[in-house]
């Protein structure tokens, strides 16, 4: 991760309680302009990120993965669901299925996904920064912006975008 990254995450916790304070404004505002400005600068954002340089979500985080999922990258693994199942993935107490190891097993040396055209679908979305739901996920917000420094300075240029008075 390049120092420019660590420094997003290291304001991001630190502002932790004030981002959590402006989400929870964000939410109750029901601002009208808020979607096409977060998925404006979640596009700017994203063109100046690096993401090969960083690869913390693939490192720190347990991808969540669902039926659909599993198929599919067994298929492109050539082995069986049952087989991928018992070897990558765990549930939890809510039933909600999850990768077993981080850093993931699929991350190789240079950073790069292996599965990456049929990774899971929360991968693919990840950090959930251009979709309409953004405001709905407080606790979810806050911490990606400790583990993606992308997700990080996104919110904190929404921050100035739409400023609310926290
Ligand atoms: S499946 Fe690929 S994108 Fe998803 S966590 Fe693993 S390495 Fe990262
Ligand atoms: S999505 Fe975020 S945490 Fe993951 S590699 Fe890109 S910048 Fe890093």
């Given at each position: ?56 979500c693939c490192?720190?985080t347990?991808a ?58 929360s991968c693919r979305r990840y950090p959930h920064t ?14 990606n912006?400790?583990?993606c420094?992308?997700a ?15």
């Amino acid at each position: 991760m390049n120092p420019e990254d660590n420094i997003s995450l290291l304001n991001a916790k630190e502002s932790q309680k004030i981002n959590e304070i402006y989400l929870r404004k964000l939410k109750s505002s029901n601002s009208e302009n808020m979607v096409p400005v977060l998925r404006n600068i979640h596009l700017v954002v994203f063109q100046s990120t690096d993401c090969l340089s960083c690869a913390n979500c693939c490192k720190t985080t347990p991808a969540l993965i669902t039926r659909q999922d599993v198929k599919r990258i067994a298929r492109f693994l050539q082995i069986p669901a049952s087989q991928f199942f018992k070897l990558y993935v765990i549930t939890d107490f809510d039933g909600e299925m999850m990768m077993k190891n981080v850093p993931c097993v699929f991350l190789d040396q240079e950073n790069k996904c292996t599965i990456y055209e049929v990774r899971p679908e929360s991968c693919r979305r990840y950090p959930h920064t251009d979709e309409k739901e953004y405001p709905q996920r407080i606790s979810l917000n806050i911490a990606n912006t400790t583990i993606c420094p992308a997700a990080a300075i996104i919110l904190e240029r929404l921050k100035k975008a739409i400023p609310l008075s926290v």
